[in-house]
């Protein structure tokens, strides 16, 4: 009888094809066995104040802007480009920058004091129960006043732009997560020291009674003193680390099990 050739396989070994198959699962289980986690940051319209304002220390495009119960629309929450005369580079918590994204951050309340609010809703989509929804959200508080004159042109007493100092922010801070117009979640934050930036990542999980309803975002603050304001800036989020180290497994073995199949070719 001639001697028996065996063959090698071209194709990787079950055990590296399982681990393959075990990763992918994982990841997908990861990111589906509680809901998914939705950054509003993809939702919301100009969500990192770049877009500008609806009209000369207006409220940001894409907001809308309310003192207390409704009254002087537009004229309580603005946006603006902060320079080195209110925050210094690497301020932003980060490690570069004045501002933790983009040029322009929102600033409340103007002129510079009393209260404001903006708020986002009825076009960002519905809840849909078991998602988490997730916004980084970034509170500052600036050296100095940028600007000291609201929309009507009103000048605040006292003020000189980029002159007056700013201290930290007296009254109080709230972020909102709305459901069909209604309070889902209220999560309160606190101003930092003064020329510094603090980013708090804020996550609601839809309940039962959500599901269906507009999501809605809004940030408030009351309170504040003479010559006293607070600014805002989001930023994109990054992904979980556990669904990075399932992905990057997932790729490791599939790569192995290539680099096998052309070596047994």
Not at 6 to 22: D, K, W
Not at 83 to 103: H, K, N, R
Not at 211 to 226: C, P, S, T
Request: proline letters at 6%.
């Amino acid at each position: 009888m001639g001697k028996q050739v065996r063959s090698r396989s071209s194709h990787a070994p079950p055990g590296v094809l399982a681990l393959v198959v075990v990763c992918l699962v994982g990841l997908f289980a990861s990111s589906n066995a509680y809901g998914a986690t939705i950054d509003l940051s993809t939702l919301l319209s100009n969500a990192s104040f770049e877009g500008g304002n609806q009209s000369a220390f207006g409220c940001p495009v894409g907001w809308t802007c309310a003192l207390g119960g409704g009254a002087n629309p537009g004229s309580t929450f603005t946006s603006y480009a902060p320079t080195a005369a209110q925050f210094t580079a690497g301020s932003d918590g980060l490690g570069s920058g004045i501002v933790p994204s983009g040029s322009s951050v929102g600033s409340s309340p103007v002129p510079v004091e009393g209260s404001g609010s903006t708020m986002q809703s009825g076009s960002l989509g519905t809840y849909v129960t078991g998602n988490t929804y997730i916004l980084d959200l970034f509170v500052g508080t600036p050296k100095t006043i940028p600007f000291c004159q609201d929309s009507a042109g009103n000048v605040a007493p006292g003020c000189s732009a980029n002159v007056t100092p700013n201290g930290q922010y007296p009254g109080a801070i709230t972020a909102y997560f709305l459901s069909a117009g209604g309070v889902a979640e209220q999560i309160g934050l606190s101003a930092p020291g003064v020329g510094q930036w603090q980013g708090t990542l804020l996550s609601y999980t839809a309940t039962l009674s959500d599901n269906g309803k507009a999501i809605g975002f809004e940030i408030a603050d009351a309170g504040g003193g003479n010559n006293e304001i607070v600014n805002y800036d989001i930023m994109a989020t990054a992904p979980e680390p556990t669904s990075l180290i399932l992905l990057g497994s997932g790729l490791l073995f599939i790569g192995a099990a290539k680099f096998r199949k052309r070596r047994a070719r």
